[in-house]
């Protein structure tokens, strides 16, 4: 058991594998569903589920020649998820007994699911957080003396923020935060570059890099988003 625990543990160690189980644990979704709904293209996803299905972390069942998946009661167990039916076993040997039941009785129509924060989940958010911030920092603080050796256009920072954030925080809002970060710590190495420098200036000249970081970054974030959503595979099975 602790060697078959082991092994459920890290298959949902990996991010996209938990991403799956999560999406999943909202409602069933077939193949292509699935991959649209974690970005990774179909043959990845495919792949994660093959370890998923032998792990009985996920079912599976045949609608219409299209395969739709679902979590198992067990996965919930391990990632904290809770169905809208009801609450995730106390147990891992219960959860693989009311799997074993959810996997014959997977054709009837799931209820809303509900998302419990997990430790897993919350791992996950905490590094995307920080390798965020320290981006967004190393872009803001390394501008200033790069323009000064050679000219560099402000854009060219504001669109790597926005690139960063697609990949990083994946939403608006976390585009903005960075390029206030990024902006103040451009605005903090030019005060030192500048000589005769006030914080009037800084100031101003916070505001007038941030109003380009924003642009920019949330440009890039749009473009770059909409080029992975285009990666993604949509052939049918």
Known sequence: MQCENREIMEALGDRTRFS????????????????????????????????????????????ERTYYYEATPLARHYTGIASGSGTAPETPVAAASSASASASASESSSSSASTVESPFLRSFKFRSRIISIAAAVVIGAIWPPLNALIPISILVPALT??????????????????????????????????????LMTVGVLFFAVLTIMVAGGLAAFLFTRMVMRRMTPRVKK
């Open 161 to 198: 923020l926005g690139m960063l954030a697609a990949v990083l925080q994946r939403d608006t809002r976390g585009t903005i935060n960075m390029a206030v970060i990024a902006s103040f710590f451009t605005s903090v190495a030019s005060y030192f570059m500048m000589e005769g420098a006030t």
């Open 20 to 63: 799956i189980v999560e999406a999943l644990s909202r409602k069933p979704m077939s193949g292509d569903e699935l991959a649209e709904s974690v970005q990774r293209a179909r043959s990845t996803v495919e792949s994660h589920l093959a370890v998923l299905l032998r792990l009985n972390l996920v079912t599976r069942r045949l609608d």
